[in-house]
């Protein structure tokens, strides 16, 4: 099943549980018109097939009393396969790395950084993330608030 052939039911379904992971199936089915049986197959259906692929806790990283939030834009020296690897790789064993996205346009890859402190920060940025050889540049955006997070 492609995101492409849900109806507007399915939609429906997944605007709700984007707000709200731990909702109920009682709950779900009556926000979305169904009854629960018919709800829970299609939930299973949108696991099933990828669509959903997990279920999380947003957190509000306004709370943190001490730490930063930043978003760094990679691009890589190369686009071989090896390159693509040795980056994917190291970002998966780097534990200040909370998101890694592939993108479009003028960078390769935006990640999202957390670190304790500015120090942190350089020093995450200088002894792990420059020493991995297919990054070429890096560009550091510091998150001062979220508007909206889905």
Do not use: W
Not at 25 to 51: D, F, W, Y
Not at 58 to 72: A, M, P, W, Y
Not at 113 to 125: E, K, N
Not at 129 to 141: D, Q, R
């Amino acid at each position: 099943m492609a995101f492409r052939d849900l109806d507007a039911t399915d939609h429906k379904i997944l605007s709700v549980l984007q707000v709200d992971g731990r909702i109920s199936n009682l709950e779900l089915a009556q926000k979305v018109g169904l009854s629960p049986t018919p709800c829970s197959r299609r939930v299973r259906r949108l696991e099933q097939s990828g669509i959903i692929t997990g279920y999380g806790a947003k957190i509000d990283l306004s709370n943190q009393r001490e730490g930063i939030t930043v978003q760094v834009s990679i691009r890589l020296a190369g686009q071989k396969p090896e390159d693509i690897d040795a980056f994917t790789n190291a970002v998966n064993q780097i534990p200040e790395i909370t998101e890694c996205l592939l993108v479009t346009g003028n960078v390769d890859y935006l990640l999202t950084v957390q670190t304790d402190s500015v120090d942190g920060l350089r020093d995450f940025v200088l002894s792990k993330l420059k020493n991995i050889p297919c990054v070429s540049e890096t560009t550091t955006m510091l998150i001062l608030g979220s508007i909206k997070s889905r």
